[in-house]
Structure formats: structure tokens, C-alpha cells
């Protein structure tokens, strides 16, 4: 069941990786997301800063990169590879 659970939230995850590269960072509107109100709203920017802190603004964020590829792709390739990871382990059940 727990693994069930993680494969879920991977599809979740690679699935907001997916809407992120190919549809908010294409838009030249700042507007306020969801997520971005989910984090606003439980006060998560002034909880754990270093990790919620807006530091960009849109035109900014758009331009970070690490080796080469954007921030939402390295998140999609995580909740990937975590997927397969939970697979791999599912199959020797």
C-alpha cells in the first residue's frame, strides 16, 4: 500500500514537472498559482524560508538553470526516476 502511495504522488509530481515546463513557464503572466496559494496560505514561506522563499521573479525563474535544463525538468526527472525506483520495488513483491 505504501508503495501504491508513492507511485501515486511520483504521477502527481512529474505530472505538475509536465504542466510547469509546458504551460506556466510559457505564459508571461506572474499571477499567483495554485500551489504558489497553497504555500501562501499555510505560511510555509515564513516556516521554512530556505526552502519556500520566492527569491525570483517570473522573468527570472524562467532563466535558472542547472546543467543545462530547467529546475521543473530535474523535478520531473526525480519523480521519474523515484516512480521506476517504487516499480522496481512493487515487481520483487
Known amino acids: 500500500a505504501m508503495v501504491v502511495a508513492v507511485l501515486l504522488l511520483c504521477a502527481a509530481g512529474l505530472t505538475a514537472a509536465v504542466f510547469q515546463h509546458e504551460v506556466a513557464s510559457q505564459t508571461a503572466s506572474c499571477a499567483m498559482g495554485l500551489a504558489d496559494k497553497i504555500v501562501t ?28 535544463l530547467p529546475y521543473e525538468v530535474w523535478s520531473g526527472l526525480l519523480f521519474a526516476g523515484l516512480a521506476a525506483l517504487g516499480l522496481v520495488v512493487l515487481g520483487k513483491r
Open 41 to 68: 496560505a499555510l505560511g510555509l514561506e515564513e516556516l521554512w524560508p530556505a526552502v519556500f522563499m520566492i527569491t525570483a521573479n517570473c522573468a527570472e525563474a524562467a532563466a535558472y538553470r542547472l546543467l543545462g
